[in-house]
Each structure stands twice: as C-alpha cells, then as structure tokens.
C-alpha cells in the first residue's frame, strides 16, 4: 500500500514534467518543477515509513526550505532580471 | 487493521486523488495563470493531506509533530511561491493575458491595454 | 525584551521537536544553541513593537492564530472541491480577470495573511499589493461583468472580518 503510492507519485511527477519539457513559456517550467519537488518530497516520505527510517524526515524538511527558497529565488531574478537589485 | 490505520489510508488515497487532479489541471487547463491556480490550491491540499495521514499512521507524540510542521510549511509556503512566480511573469511580460475584459493591473502599471 | 523573550521560548519548543526527546543534555545544549541564536537573530523572527501593550493581548493573538489554522485548513479543501470541478468539465473555458479589491487593514502580518487565503480560495489569485492605496490586485478565474465582480467581492470582505479581529 505504501510503497505502492511512492510509486505512483512517482509515475505522477513524470507526467507533470511534460510541462516542465514541453511548456511553452518560462511560467509553465517553472510551476511544473515546483509540482515534480512537492511529488518527490511525498514519495521521500513515503520511503521514510516503508523502511521505517525516521532521520530521512529531517531531510524533508530541508528539502521543502529548498524547494520555497528556489521558487523565491527564481521569481525575483526573472522579475527583477538580476538578483541583486 | 485498526481504524486509526484505515483513518490514515483515507487520508493518503484523498490527497493522491487531488494530486491526480492537479496533475490532469497542469495539462488541460488553456492559459497559463489557470494553470498556476491549479498548480497553487490542490497541489497544496494534497501535500498537506498525504502529511496528514502519515502523521496519523506513524502516532508517535514528537515524530507526528515533525511531520506535522512539513504540512504546516507546505500550507503556508507554497501560496507565496506561486504568488511570486504569477507576479514575475505579469511584470515582466513574459506572458501577457490579451483577451481579458477586465484588468485594473495594467492600469496599474501604466500600461495600454 | 519580550521580543527575545518569545524567540527563546519558540527556538527551544522547535528544539524539541527536533530532538525527539526530552533529557537533560538536550535541554543544556538546546538552550545554549537558543540563546546564541537569540542574541544575534532575533529581530528577524518577531517584529520589535512600538506602542506598549500588556503581555496577554500577545497570548490572545497566538491563541486565535492557532484556532485560525483549522478554519485556513477547511477553506482550501472547500476551494481545492470547487476547482477540481472544473478540470473534469469537457472544455475548460474560462473568463478570467484581474479586479482591484480595497481593505482596511495595515497590520503587516495580517496583509500576508490574507493574500495567502486569497490565494487558496477558488478562483483568486493575488498578484500585488499597493501600500499606498492600500489595495490588492486579484486575478479571478471566472468573472464576466462589472456587476458580478462587484458582487464576488464581498466573499473577501468575510475573511477580511476574520483576520482583522485577530489583528485589530
């Protein structure tokens, strides 16, 4: 059961990164990477239970930190069109 | 099989549905700020609610607790991220709305329609 | 004070939490990792304030912040409901827009707050936020006159009430 939604997460995030190769614009890249971050942080979860491993939870955490401060970080450069302004 | 352990699986199948949901968005919906609506509200229900029932499936006071917080941030971040990335594009004119009736924004900016 | 005060008590609950485990090593350590953490950082975790005001008012914000997150919770999965609704339509056609919605409210926190529910109710975006007109900028995925933003513009004057009776 657990194990059998990590995978399919991770059939979910390959489909969203039609997104990420095909979109059109900027915009569509860059939503479609943040979904692919937020499916991989489920299925990193998902491995935590089924192994029963709890230090990968920390590393969740990080990973999510990472995720908003890289969405912030590209939003201000294409907004701003540099990152120190 | 108890009933905590089947409240948990309710919880986990509920938000892998909004993730199919989020996903059918991404490809469907026609323009792009539609997209990040999708992209912004049922992708953020269905991390917090996959967070949700693991924290019921494992019930340990302080692990449940630190799953807990990466619902919590995913509650709260993810709105502001996508609300940085649809404000970038807008200013930017990496993608302009063209047939919208009603737009106060480009006024805003000084801009014709 | 009560600025540091309230940042030493928070950095060490999420100590804790870390930590898994409440001994007296993790307490000695935690503490002393609290404290330098304090010292340096702490006017980037809460605000200094200007007027004084007793310590309970600060107790009664946190409590109906906390009681504020079930509410948070069960309006994004009403609005997550409304929108996975139009996705299973045959067409997805839309009418989008951006309006311009006017709040009284000057409290920082409450500003992000509120453009954060904005963002999870369905079919709102918040794109900007002018402090000088003291207005949002909402794109709305479904709005076709005049008329009818008028009308769906009070569904954010009920979070408004909300929020300003926590931060008044």
Redesign the interface.
Known sequence: ?IIG?AI??TI?SL??S??VVIGP????R???A??IG??M??VM??IA?YYDI?LL??I??AY??LL?ID??I???Y??H?ELYK | MTLRILFA?FL?IT??A???????????????????????????????L??IG?AV??WEF??S???M??G?????????????????????K??L?EQ???????D?LGRDK | MLQKISAFIALLLSW??????ITADVVIVGSAASLLVTFFFSDLLFREVNHRLPWYHYLRKLTLLLLF?PV??YE??S??FK??K???EKN?????????VKTELTDITGL?LL??LI??T??T????Y?RNEQVY?I?W?D??T?KQ?ELKKKLIARFENWIGVIFK
């Open positions: 059961m939604l399919f997460f979910l489909i969203a039609y997104r614009t900027i915009t569509d860059l939503i479609g943040d979904t937020i499916f942080s489920m979860l998902m239970l709890a939870v920390d969740i955490l999510a930190v908003f969405m912030l590209y939003a201000k294409f907004e069109g | 699986y986990m938000g892998a909004f993730a199919v949901v989020t996903v059918l968005g991404l490809l469907r919906f026609p323009d792009v700020y539609t997209r990040i609506h999708a992209g912004a509200v049922v992708l953020t229900i269905s991390a917090v996959v967070t693991t499936y494992v302080f692990l607790l630190k799953i917080m990466i919590m941030f995913f509650l709260f971040s993810n709105p502001m991220a996508t609300h940085a990335i649809a404000r970038a594009s807008y200013k930017r990496i993608v709305p919208y009736e009603i737009d106060a924004y480009s805003y | 804790f939490i870390f930590a898994g485990k997150v948070f919770f994004a999965v609005a997550a929108v996975s139009h996705v299973f997805p056609s839309f009418n989008p827009g951006i309006v311009k992000s453009a954060n963002t999870l369905p079919g975006l918040t794109l900007d002018d900028y794109h995925i709005v076709e005049v933003a």
